[in-house]
């Protein structure tokens, strides 16, 4: 269950014009509730003008460095990212909860090939997995292919860069740029015709894992060619930073009322919502403290597990089949098709 924290921070820093990296001062006797796995994420909590809002950041330092670091990208009418950008500073508390996430790489003690295709602010978690193989695991391979609209707009690429020239002979680096044309770089997109050329430069067959993060249409895109390429999907792991996934159209009758039993922090709390509702929202209005980050599909914050009933998901981008025969279920996406449900929070 998500634990929030308040952590002192200790820098911020500029990396590009829309977007900074935050470090937090992490105190002696909570170093262990934050150690983390390259690729996962925290969640931070603002009060923003009387709203409490939860935002999940990607860590990009690494589990070594011995620092807690997360980058925040400002998009348009993005709340907590424009006050990230715009009025976060040295000195300030934020509420943070501790690491979560699946999309992660844990380190081997054997040779390892791994490929990643990241876009944008998907790279934040890609650079602490980059690193941290790179400096742990003295044999393996890592290739990136790393696409932004212009070298300006590449988050982190004086760091990727520097690794680029410690670790070259292990390191190969793919720019792709879409609004400037560079000798050092591809022009465009990361689509169809460009994965096929990297996969072409670098045979799928040898590669161990692939990790893909940024933007839905880009994510499909490469995993799509991937699977074309031969590549089985269990090696490929994906996190989306942004879904454009319309809700699905829900078939199933979704009129009238649940008898809705949640158990949270080993306690039973049994109230009606109606089925058109969201299994969270529903929780929230009741006053439990239910865990969330997203509330959009794209983290796994909300997991619980249905153990009477059914529900059924408007959208989901984390879960795979044989989880959800397990009865896992994203409670912000998720509403009850019987009239009795009970969900566990403690039991994912």
């Given at each position: 269950m998500s634990v929030f924290y308040k952590l002192p921070i200790k820098e911020v820093r500029r990396e590009t014009v829309d977007a900074v990296s935050i470090a937090f001062d992490v105190p002696e006797h909570l170093k262990s509730e934050f150690e983390f796995i390259p690729g996962q994420y925290v969640t931070l909590q603002a009060d923003l003008d009387g709203s409490v809002l939860r935002r999940a950041y990607?860590?990009?330092?690494?589990?070594?460095?011995?620092?807690?670091?997360?980058?925040?990208?400002?998009?348009p009418k993005g709340r907590f990212s424009e006050f990230a950008n715009r009025k976060l500073k040295a000195g300030d508390q934020m509420e943070v909860a501790g690491p979560e996430g699946r999309f992660t790489l844990k380190t081997s003690e054997v040779a390892k090939n791994y490929m990643a295709f990241a876009a944008g602010s998907g790279i934040?978690?890609?650079?602490?997995?980059?690193?941290?193989?790179?400096?742990?695991?003295?044999?393996s391979q890592f290739v990136l292919v790393y696409g932004n609209k212009s070298k300006e707009l590449?988050?982190?690429?004086?760091?990727?860069?520097?690794?680029?020239?410690?670790?070259?002979?292990?390191?190969?680096?793919?720019?792709v740029?879409?609004?400037?044309?560079?000798?050092?770089?591809?022009f465009g997109r990361i689509d169809k015709k460009l994965v096929k050329e990297v996969l072409d430069k670098?045979?799928?067959?040898?590669?161990?894992?692939?990790?893909?993060?940024?933007?839905?249409?880009?994510?499909?895109?490469?995993?799509?060619?991937?699977?074309?390429?031969?590549?089985?999907?269990?090696?490929?792991?994906?996190?989306?930073?942004?879904?454009?996934?319309?809700?699905?159209?829900?078939?199933?009758?979704?009129?009238?009322?649940?008898?809705?039993?949640?158990?949270?922090?080993?306690?039973?709390?049994t109230f009606e919502m109606r089925k058109d509702e969201l299994v969270l929202d529903a929780a929230l209005a009741k006053g439990l403290d239910a865990p969330y980050s997203c509330q959009g599909g794209i983290c796994s914050s909300c997991l619980a597990r249905v153990t009477e009933g059914s529900a059924t998901m408007e959208r989901n981008n984390i879960l795979d089949e044989e989880e959800i025969k397990e009865g896992l279920?994203?409670?912000?996406?998720?509403?009850?098709?019987?009239?009795?449900l009970k969900i566990d929070f403690d039991d994912v």
């Open positions: 990607s860590i990009c330092s690494t589990p070594s460095s011995g620092e807690l670091r997360v980058s925040v990208k400002e998009v934040t978690p890609v650079i602490s997995m980059v690193q941290t193989v790179l400096e742990n695991e003295p044999q590449t988050i982190f690429r004086k760091n990727l860069d520097a690794l680029k020239e410690t670790y070259g002979d292990r390191f190969t680096l793919y720019y740029f879409s609004q400037i044309i560079s000798d050092k770089a591809f670098n045979d799928p067959a040898s590669f161990d894992d692939f990790f893909l993060c940024g933007p839905e249409q880009m994510i499909d895109t490469v995993k799509e060619e991937l699977i074309k390429h031969g590549v089985k999907e269990d090696r490929i792991k994906l996190e989306l930073f942004s879904s454009t996934s319309h809700k699905k159209e829900i078939k199933k009758e979704l009129s009238g009322n649940t008898q809705i039993t949640v158990l949270l922090d080993d306690e039973e709390t279920i994203l409670t912000c996406q998720a509403h009850p098709t019987t009239d009795v």
